[in-house]
């Protein structure tokens, strides 16, 4: 049965393993029953995590609302750092994570709107380079791991300032490759092996470096490179079974 669960989270895309429901969370839930690490977005807790990724690296997916470290590092920021659970806010979470999709629709204290290329989920379908939305319209915008599939990265980041309200802010997450100083980017490549090998996914457009700050820093947009997770206790932090060298990436408007 392990076996089974770890050849479904490596080759299963996670929108199909929701769509499976509670069958696929109880089943690994069983698996993985125990007090060992925590999800701070459900709560659930278990031996470890589920593996996850291209190479199956171990103890990263919860069985619960399918997590990943990213997701439970953001939730316990806007918890903690931020008015996001309280203020009256309008929110537009771009390709929004399906971790957060339904508790975020929960929150009495925002305008909340989702917004996606494609997705039937998304209450709007819309190109991030050219979104429908009013100048100033957003208190907050969420744009996680959408960047890096983006081809004119700069006119997303312009149509991003100008949907959001001064001294709007917005969380731009991105894959990032601590060792590589610049950012790579080839659009003459087209095979698609060749694109997966060197992009990480075929339908990446980049890989992000040390100089991603720089990079959103052209649109004009203020950044804070927040180094939240170094404030976590560290028992806690591995508990959660964060990534103890992700940045969150906040820009604010100003």
Not at 7 to 22: I, K
Request: aromatic content about 10%; overall charge positive; glycine content about 6%.
């Amino acid at each position: 049965m392990q076996k089974f669960i770890k050849f479904v989270v490596r080759h299963v895309p996670r929108t199909t393993m929701l769509r499976l429901g509670g069958v696929f969370g109880k089943m690994a839930g069983i698996m993985y029953s125990g007090n060992n690490v925590e999800c701070s977005i459900c709560g659930h807790t278990y031996s470890k995590f589920l593996p996850y990724g291209n190479q199956g690296r171990d103890n990263r997916l919860c069985p619960g609302c399918l997590s990943l470290e990213r997701h439970r590092l953001l939730w316990l920021f806007l918890k903690e750092k931020t008015n996001f659970f309280s203020a009256p806010l309008s929110v537009l979470h771009i390709a929004p994570e399906q971790p957060f999709l339904k508790r975020f629709k929960a929150l009495t204290n925002l305008k909340y709107t989702t917004a996606d290329l494609e997705s039937p989920l998304a209450d709007v379908h819309m190109d991030i380079r050219s979104m429908p939305f009013a100048n100033d319209s957003f208190d907050i915008l969420l744009c996680n791991h959408v960047l890096e599939h983006i081809d004119q990265e700069q006119k997303a980041l312009s149509e991003i300032k100008r949907v959001l309200k001064p001294n709007g802010w917005a969380i731009l997450q991105v894959p990032i490759e601590y060792n590589r100083e610049v950012t790579f980017e080839d659009n003459s490549i087209t095979d698609t092996a060749e694109r997966e090998r060197l992009f990480g996914q075929y339908d990446h457009v980049r890989v992000y470096g040390c100089d991603y700050p720089q990079r959103l820093a052209q649109s004009g947009l203020n950044v804070d490179a927040n180094e939240f997770v170094k404030s976590l206790d560290e028992k806690l932090a591995e508990r959660y079974r964060l990534d103890k060298h992700e940045i969150i990436y906040r820009v604010i408007k100003k």
